[in-house]
C-alpha cells in the first residue's frame, strides 16, 4: 500500500525566511505533485514532478524529486504572507490514469510578518 | 472558459438519505475522479472514470455509487450506507497519461 507522509505538518514562518517541505513516499512512483489549498477553496496545481533529479520552480517555491531516495522537497525562499496555506504532495498510483493519487496529510504554512 | 463545475457548493442532508454531488466538466478530459476531504487531512481516492460507461473503486468507496453516461459529467452519490459522510467533496479530471489531474471547486456536505 501506497503511503506519503509529509513533514512538518505544521509551520509556522516568518517573513523573509527559508524553509523546506519534506515528502516521503513508501512505494516506486516516478510520478508527484504539489498542491496548494487555501481554507475552503479546492486545489492548485504546483508542480508536476516526472523524473528522477526534476527540479523545477515558481517564484519563491521550488520542488525537487529524488526517486531513488523516495522524496520530494518544496523549498520556500524569502517566505511572504500571501504564501501562507496548506501544501500537499501527492504521489501516482501508477497506471495510465496520471490522477489516481495518494496525498499526504498537508503542511498547513503560516508566514508572519 | 473551461473548467470543471461541481454544485451544489454547500449541501446539507438528514441521516439515512441519499444526496447526489454533480460534476461536469467541458475539458474535453476523458479521466475524472471523486476525492472526499476530512478536517486536517489529505485527499483520498473515492472513485474514478477512464471512460465513459465504466468507472472503478478507489480507496473509500464503500458507502458510495457513481455513473458515467457522458463523457462531461461524472456524479457521485452518497447513500445512507456511508456512516460519516460529512466531509468536502472534490471532483478531478485529466487526460490520461498526459496531464496532471485538475480539481473542481468541492462540495461540502454536512449530515444534519
Known amino acids: 500500500e501506497l503511503k506519503v507522509e509529509q513533514n512538518p505538518l505544521f509551520l509556522s514562518m516568518q517573513e523573509g525566511k527559508n524553509y523546506t517541505i519534506y515528502c516521503n513516499y513508501s512505494?516506486?512512483?516516478?510520478?508527484l505533485y504539489w498542491y496548494r489549498q487555501d481554507p475552503g477553496k479546492s486545489l492548485e496545481s504546483l508542480f508536476v514532478?516526472?523524473?528522477?533529479?526534476a527540479v523545477k520552480q515558481e517564484g519563491r517555491l521550488m520542488a525537487s524529486l529524488d526517486t531513488k531516495a523516495r522524496l520530494s522537497t518544496l523549498h520556500i525562499t524569502a517566505a511572504v504572507h500571501d504564501l501562507s496555506a496548506t501544501y500537499f504532495c501527492a504521489v501516482d498510483k501508477g497506471g495510465t490514469s496520471y490522477g489516481k493519487l495518494t496525498f499526504g496529510q498537508g503542511t498547513i504554512l503560516t508566514v508572519h510578518p | 472558459d473551461g473548467g470543471i463545475t461541481q454544485s451544489p457548493k454547500y449541501l446539507f442532508r438528514k441521516e439515512g438519505q441519499n444526496v447526489t454531488l454533480s460534476c461536469e466538466q467541458n475539458l474535453n478530459h476523458d479521466a475524472m475522479y471523486w476525492y472526499r476531504q476530512d478536517p486536517g487531512q489529505g485527499l483520498r481516492l473515492i472513485y474514478y472514470s477512464q471512460i465513459v460507461n465504466d468507472f472503478q473503486k478507489g480507496d473509500i468507496a464503500e458507502g458510495y455509487s457513481v455513473s458515467r453516461e457522458k463523457k462531461e459529467s461524472f456524479p457521485l452519490t452518497v447513500t445512507s450506507a456511508q456512516k460519516n459522510p460529512t466531509a468536502f467533496y472534490l471532483c478531478?479530471?485529466?487526460?490520461?497519461?498526459?496531464?496532471?489531474?485538475?480539481f473542481g471547486q468541492g462540495t461540502r456536505l454536512t449530515v444534519v
Open positions: 478531478a479530471s485529466n487526460i490520461q497519461g498526459q496531464t496532471e489531474a485538475f
Open positions: 514532478l516526472l523524473s528522477n533529479g
Open positions: 512505494t516506486t512512483s516516478d510520478r
